[in-house]
């Protein structure tokens, strides 16, 4: 079935350990997107690429790095883990990127940083 | 800049009777507004979007919302809830020109009780 995985499901990490969260689409579609999702804020945008070799920041990028070295992959990297960063992480695409596609999501990644 | 309010943290609905989920907006030029719901520990789900033309848009599960430019709202309507649409709702919106970028209301629970 075509669509979005994200691994791993679920990670306990600890404060100033390195992590990275893969996401992993099979549509073809051109943009990607990063969202953390926190309790009363909503899903804010972390990082986003509108085609393969290219990114972007969002809302919130601060401690966080992406690379989109092809179509279907785009990793996000957390270099040195702080608690604030628990959240849970879902990875997005769209076919182009333009208004108004609609974005997709994965089934996200839960991760708490101690 | 964009910003999208759902006023109601939870909204409580007997199944079998007509269900709103609220969603007010605000940006500087013509909006794309989306729907989406999240069922637990799963990521989201697209419900329906308003691009342009008929106000009235119909989605999946017998969802629809109403555009309503005078009073920047695009609330969620269903005519008889199930208690399977229990679930977390999201409001989005992002603008008509340019790489796309959606901006999420805080989200809205619905709880339909049997």
């Known amino acids: 079935i075509a669509g979005i995985t994200q691994a791993p499901t679920s990670q306990i990490l600890a404060a100033g350990r390195r992590m990275t969260l893969r996401c992993t689409q099979d549509m073809r579609h051109n943009a990607m997107y990063w969202y953390r999702q926190d309790l009363g804020l909503g899903l804010r945008l972390i990082h986003y690429s509108n085609t393969a070799g290219t990114t972007g920041k969002g809302e919130v990028p601060d401690g966080y790095s992406v690379s989109r070295a092809n179509t279907d992959d785009f990793p996000l990297t957390l270099a040195s883990a702080v608690p604030s960063q628990t959240s849970v992480y879902f990875c997005?695409?769209?076919?182009?990127?333009?208004?108004?596609?609609?974005?997709?999501f994965g089934p996200g990644t839960r991760l708490t940083v101690l | 800049a964009q910003s999208v309010a759902q006023p109601e943290d939870q909204v409580n609905v007997a199944e079998g009777n007509p269900l709103t989920v609220k969603c007010t907006y605000s940006v500087s030029g013509n909006p794309y507004l989306f729907w989406y719901v999240q069922y637990p520990n799963r990521g989201l789900q697209f419900l329906l979007k308003?691009?342009?033309?008929?106000?009235l848009v119909k989605g999946s599960y017998g969802f629809e919302a109403e555009f309503n430019k005078s009073q920047t709202s695009f609330h969620l309507k269903k005519p008889s809830a199930l208690v399977s649409d229990s679930a977390l709702y999201f409001c989005?919106?992002?603008?008509?020109?340019?790489?796309?970028?959606?901006?999420f209301g805080t989200g809205t629970r619905l709880l339909v009780s049997p």
């Open positions: 308003y691009i342009t033309g008929d106000n």
């Open positions: 997005a695409s769209s076919a182009s990127g333009s208004a108004p596609d609609t974005q997709y």
């Open positions: 989005a919106v992002s603008l008509n020109t340019g790489f796309q970028k959606l901006v």
